[in-house]
């Protein structure tokens, strides 16, 4: 066995070694564009309407709304009204914030109970939009 090492022999076996190696870092980093990654959760926001709201007095009324299709009776809830403005002459106007939201009855679409799902995000965009309500509607105004 009686090998002669010649220029052109290792040049030959260096350049084959290296396209193996080459090809194979190639085959096993090679990524599939076709899979599809998982997208990431997204926090879907609730659809909020009022349905129905009355009010019995200046502080005290009841509504009912609807969540994502179910209807959320509120048996009762208590309102502050308090004079406010813009800052600017002739802005003002009675602003309405709610207190206390009583006992919320949650039905489904047929109108069987169903256990109640609502969180504290939730109960703040009932409240907001309570406000909102009888605001617009101006169902409750404050003498200045």
């Known amino acids: 066995m009686n090998t002669k090492l010649t220029p052109h022999n290792s040049f030959k076996v260096t350049l084959f070694t290296a ?4 090809s194979a870092l190639a085959v096993a980093f090679h990524t599939d564009l ?3 990654q998982p ?3 997204q926090n879907m ?4 309407g009022i349905v129905s709201l009355k ?4 502080s005290r009324g009841e509504a009912i709304l609807n969540l994502d299709g179910f209807r959320l009776n509120i048996s009762s809830f208590e309102v502050q009204a308090y004079p406010d403005s813009y ?3 002739g802005s003002e106007f009675t ?3 709610v207190m206390e939201l009583g006992e919320i009855n ?3 679409a047929n109108g069987n109970p169903y256990k109640d799902f609502t969180d504290h995000q939730d109960h703040r965009e009932i409240n907001s939009m309570i406000a909102g309500y009888i605001m617009k509607h101006r169902l409750v105004e404050v003498q200045s």
């Open 19 to 22: 396209a193996l190696t080459v």
């Open 34 to 36: 076709n899979v599809r």
């Open 39 to 41: 997208a990431p959760a």
């Open 45 to 48: 926001q609730s659809e909020y």
């Open 55 to 58: 009010m019995h007095d200046q």
């Open 87 to 89: 800052g600017v002459p």
């Open 95 to 97: 602003a309405v914030e």
């Open 106 to 108: 949650v039905f489904d």
